[in-house]
């Protein structure tokens, strides 16, 4: 009862806070300087030209207004139409999403295993030149931005070295069966493993660029907790018991010590679809933050509105899921 207690309070935190940033994205871009309408239009176009699109999207109604048409569509599941792309925002913003959610699990995935493997290895050579070394990495790949780290690796492996693709998301002359927008996963639905091997090389480096940083993070946070759990009473114990130093890491410390982690893994990951705005910019990568960018440039006001919606949702989905997550996990908020 306590956990539907909690699960239905933060349900309507959600709620309320998607609201409020619904407002505030709302009012924000209309304020700033800038007419979309009049960027659509040739330079000779007249006030009445501009007057009549204006009124074609509603927009020469009042903020307050605008607001309410705006969100008695989106209870209708109608997020307006794009001014620039002439389609509906929901079928644009739903086109991109599978694109970027596949580049920032990618992503997610590979700064898992650098962090981990990272980590471990630093606790198990603990007091040598290797951890040493390791801390220095971790403290390069945080300095250094993800987009830098972009710029890094298509100097060396798409200029010096052409090992993978540096645009787009899939050769255009192979043939795509897609269809979904997902098409890593589906590729390897349909056994179509050369699809496959091309959707990974084009997204190998954008998604390593993201990675790099999240892995220090989570390399410096795995590896601190192994160290404090290393100290307790059952991993003495374990290794009174005769057990080898790398069981005792992986059998006993690990569990226990992974608790935090996955509460920053789920976190960063949040950020981590953020920040693909910039990497999918600088690799021509087709996915949602591309598509931002031009919207941000064009003025496009429905289309920036449902993709800050639509990554609110996925930031407070994400959140929600791993403190329940977090909780069912934990023995001692589970029995609380």
């Not at 349909?190 to 993201?210: G, Q, T």
């Amino acid at each position: 009862m306590r956990l539907l207690q909690s699960v239905l309070v933060r349900l309507a935190t959600t709620a309320v806070t998607l609201f409020g940033l619904a407002v505030i994205v709302f009012v924000v871009i209309r304020v700033v300087p800038g007419n979309p309408v009049a960027m659509m239009l040739p330079p000779g176009a007249t006030e009445a030209d501009v007057a009549r699109l204006s009124a074609l999207y509603g927009l020469d109604k009042s903020i307050f207004q605008q607001f309410l048409i705006w969100a008695g569509g989106v209870l209708q599941g109608d997020f307006g139409t794009s001014i620039t792309a002439r389609q509906p925002v929901l079928e644009l913003v739903l086109g991109r999403l599978p694109a970027t959610l596949e580049l920032s699990i990618m992503a997610l995935i590979i700064a898992i295993v650098i962090g981990g493997l990272a980590a471990l290895t630093g606790t198990r050579l603990r007091g040598t030149r290797v951890e040493g070394g390791i801390d220095v990495a971790n403290g390069v790949a945080l300095s250094v931005p993800d987009f830098l780290w972009g710029l890094v690796l298509i100097l060396l492996f798409g200029v010096l070295m052409p090992v993978f693709h540096i645009s787009g998301r899939v050769t255009p002359s192979l043939e795509l069966p897609f269809v979904t927008e997902f098409y890593l996963f589906e590729s390897v639905v349909r056994l179509r493993f050369d699809l496959w091997s091309d959707i990974v090389a084009h997204m190998f480096m954008p998604a390593l660029a993201l990675a790099i940083p999240l892995s220090a993070i989570i390399g410096q946070l795995l590896k601190q907790s192994l160290k404090e759990t290393m100290h307790l009473d059952y991993v003495t114990l374990s290794r009174t018991k005769g057990y080898g130093e790398t069981h005792v890491i992986l059998r006993e410390a690990l569990p226990n010590a992974a608790l935090p982690t996955l509460t920053l893994v789920g976190v960063q990951f949040t950020f981590l679809i953020g920040g693909t705005v910039i990497i999918e910019r600088l690799f021509s990568y087709e996915g949602l933050g591309n598509m931002a960018i031009d919207a941000v440039i064009n003025r496009d006001l429905p289309l920036i509105q449902g993709i800050v919606i639509l990554f609110a949702v996925i930031f407070t989905g994400v959140n929600l899921f791993v403190d329940m997550m977090y909780a069912a996990l934990n023995p001692r908020l589970r029995h609380a």
